[in-house]
Nanobody, 119 residues
Framework: QVQLVESGGGLVQAGGSLRLSCVASGTIFSIESMGWYRQAPGKQRELVAVIISDGSRQYADSVKGRSTISRAKNTVYLQMNSLKPEDTAVYYC???????????????WGQGTQVTVAS
């Protein structure tokens, strides 16, 4: 019903920048939020940033001041600057949306995109 396709990951040197993109497609009535999570090897998945339908944004303390989340229709972006080796992880796009009026809100996840920051 809903597909999320991420792009923009890759290998970057410490101090560099990356811009992740995620497009949501399929049967979408309304989007409550879109965001990014990450999971490093041996660690739990954690929130990086989320943008809510009212335009408010939340960031993890670890990326605050270095990252900006934005959204255009069904696409969410994460601009990451001053990258550090500890930012290395698989980054997952997430959206919380309603596919049809009256249906409950549901979470959807992308397949993930690898971000590797070399020191």
């Amino acid at each position: 019903q809903v597909q999320l396709v991420e792009s923009g990951g890759g290998l970057v040197q410490a101090g560099g920048s990356l811009r992740l993109s995620c497009v949501a497609s399929g049967t979408i009535f309304s989007i409550e939020s879109m965001g990014w999570y990450r999971q490093a090897p041996g660690k739990q998945r954690e929130l990086v940033a989320v943008i809510i339908s009212d335009g408010s944004r939340q960031y993890a303390d670890s990326v605050k001041g270095r990252s900006t989340i934005s959204r255009a229709k069904n696409t969410v972006y994460l601009q990451m600057n001053s990258l550090k080796p500890e930012d290395t992880a698989v980054y997952y796009c997430n959206t919380y949306l309603r596919t049809v009026w009256g249906n409950p809100l549901r979470d959807y996840w992308g397949q993930g995109t690898q971000v590797t920051v070399a020191s």
